[in-house]
């Protein structure tokens, strides 16, 4: 299933995130991302299933039409747990596994 810049522009709002941090976590330049999102550019197939992706893992789940209904998005968690999640990826570092005992 292909991205609506519609879906784009909610999904990001609903994750609240920035154009800036969605570019960034998805590896899709600035000016790609803005073009999208109003219409003027058309992401490569590498670079939307990058940006789908990463709104996915800050916790979008993306809603296929279905008969009369229309595409759209929705939290695949909680508004706390999507907070949660968008905060964690604005903190830093390096990303390691966790081998606690």
Same mark, same amino acid.
Request: glycine share 8%.
């Given at each position: 299933?292909?991205?609506?810049?519609?879906?784009?522009?909610?999904?990001?709002?609903?994750? %609240?995130?920035?154009?800036?941090? !969605? @570019?960034?976590? /998805?590896?899709?330049?600035?000016? =790609?991302?803005?073009?999208?999102?109003? &219409?003027?550019?058309?992401?490569?197939?590498? %670079?939307?299933?990058?940006?789908? !992706? @990463?709104?996915? /893992?800050?916790?979008?789940?993306? =809603?296929?039409?279905?008969?009369?209904? &229309?595409?759209?998005?929705?939290?695949?968690?909680?508004?706390?747990?999507?907070?949660?999640?968008?905060?964690?990826?604005?903190?830093?570092?390096?990303?390691?596994?966790?081998?606690?005992?």
């Amino acid at each position: 299933m292909t991205m609506t810049s519609q879906q784009c522009v909610a999904a990001r709002m609903l994750a %609240e995130v920035d154009q800036a941090l !969605l @570019s960034e976590k /998805a590896g899709v330049p600035d000016d =790609i991302l803005a073009g999208f999102e109003d &219409g003027r550019t058309i992401p490569t197939t590498r %670079e939307m299933t990058a940006l789908r !992706l @990463s709104l996915e /893992a800050l916790g979008i789940e993306f =809603i296929p039409e279905k008969g009369a209904s &229309g595409v759209g998005v929705r939290l695949k968690f909680s508004k706390a747990q999507s907070a949660a999640i968008s905060t964690w990826e604005t903190e830093g570092g390096d990303a390691a596994e966790d081998n606690l005992p």
